[in-house]
């Protein structure tokens, strides 16, 4: 079983910046892809950043030069980097982690437990 703890959330203003954490732990064998997803009130859940071996980095178009995905491998950590944040970034986010589980070498698809973020003056 794969297990996923985000962390750092909270309240900033427009213009300010936050750094999102996603641990992964348990039986992981390998990891094919990880990502960070969003969702604002009242809509749906949507892609902010992610990475996966066979495409790389992709970013939504709305967070292109001003949100960083980085990749910490030897931990099985990512960060989501937000710098110049807006309004409309206000949401809960959600990471994202595919890959193989040891022992069974099954496929997984695990998600965080989400954590809100506040752009407020």
């Known amino acids: 079983q794969v297990q996923l703890v985000e962390s750092g959330g909270g309240l900033v203003q427009p213009g300010g910046s936050l750094r999102l954490s996603c641990a992964a732990s348990g039986s992981i064998f390998s990891i094919d892809a990880m990502g960070w997803y969003r969702q604002p009130p009242g809509k749906e859940r949507e892609l902010v950043a992610a990475?996966?071996?066979?495409?790389?980095?992709d970013y939504a178009d709305s967070v292109k030069d001003r949100f960083t995905i980085i990749r910490d491998t030897a931990k099985n950590t990512m960060y989501l980097q937000m710098n110049s944040l807006k309004a409309e970034d206000a949401a809960v986010y959600y990471c994202?982690?595919?890959?193989?589980?040891?022992?069974?070498?099954?496929?997984?698809?695990?998600w965080g437990q989400g954590t809100l973020v506040t752009v407020s003056s």
């Open positions: 990475f996966s071996s066979g495409r790389g980095t």
């Open positions: 994202n982690v595919k890959g193989v589980a040891s022992r069974s070498y099954t496929h997984f698809d695990a």
